[in-house]
């Protein structure tokens, strides 16, 4: 089954610092990737996405970049953090096959 | 731009009562899911309907995709405290990324 590891679950960074979350991917070959924020009870706000290796589209402008140096890899960054980062960050994928997309555990960043 | 609005937005009810959440838009989807979200975790798929007024039933849920694939429901019945949670949509359409809505979030007090 297809099935994604997220980590870290929570993270405390003060303003100003770097920021890297990496999310890794089981289960499956050459998937479209995607970074997802959520308000507090609300529903997804597309970050970035990507359908293969070294590329990445972005859906908004933000503070945040996103990588995939590999296959089953995707990293959200920034370099320095702002205290609108703050958030509930997803990773999630879809299948070449199955587009149903399956998440990661999630991050929980607040940024003091 | 394919738009997926669900209501109601939140939902506060007693255990044992029925409810009912609903999911729409102007644009076809070829499939759409129903997802499930505990707080402080990522969603779970709960189930996908593909045909048109195909009709799915989990346990107490009862999915409906409708007649012209543009809209779908969420029918629970009985609810219990375990059903709290946000309730996502999501439609697959033109794109390949899926379109999600904005969610209901549901609480069953005991």
């Known amino acids: 089954s297809q099935t994604i590891h997220q980590w870290p679950a929570t993270l405390v960074q003060p303003v100003g610092s770097p920021l890297s979350l990496e999310c890794t991917v089981e289960g499956t070959s050459n998937p479209n990737l995607y970074w997802y924020r959520q308000a507090a009870g609300r529903g997804l706000q597309l970050l970035f996405y990507s359908v293969g290796i070294g590329q990445i589209s972005s859906e908004v402008p933000q503070n945040l970049s996103a990588s995939r140096p590999q296959d089953r890899q995707f990293i959200l960054s920034s370099k320095k953090l702002l205290l609108s980062d703050s958030g509930f960050y997803l990773c999630a994928g879809t299948g070449v096959v199955n587009t149903e997309a399956f998440f990661g555990q999630g991050t929980r960043l607040t940024v003091v | 731009t394919q738009l997926l609005e669900q209501s109601p937005q939140f939902l506060s009810i007693q255990e044992g009562e029925n409810l009912t959440v609903y999911c729409n838009s102007s644009s076809v989807f070829s499939s759409l899911q129903w997802y499930r979200q505990e707080p402080g975790e990522g969603p779970v798929l709960l189930v996908t309907?593909?045909?048109?007024?195909e009709v799915k039933k989990l346990k107490r849920l009862t999915f409906q995709f409708g007649d012209a694939r543009k809209d779908s429901s969420l029918h629970i019945t009985a609810a219990q405290p375990g059903d709290t949670g946000l309730y996502l949509c999501?439609?697959?359409?033109?794109?390949?990324?899926?379109?999600f809505g904005r969610g209901t979030s549901l609480i069953v007090h005991p």
């Open positions: 309907v593909v045909t048109g007024g």
């Open positions: 999501a439609g697959k359409g033109g794109s390949y990324i899926p379109t």
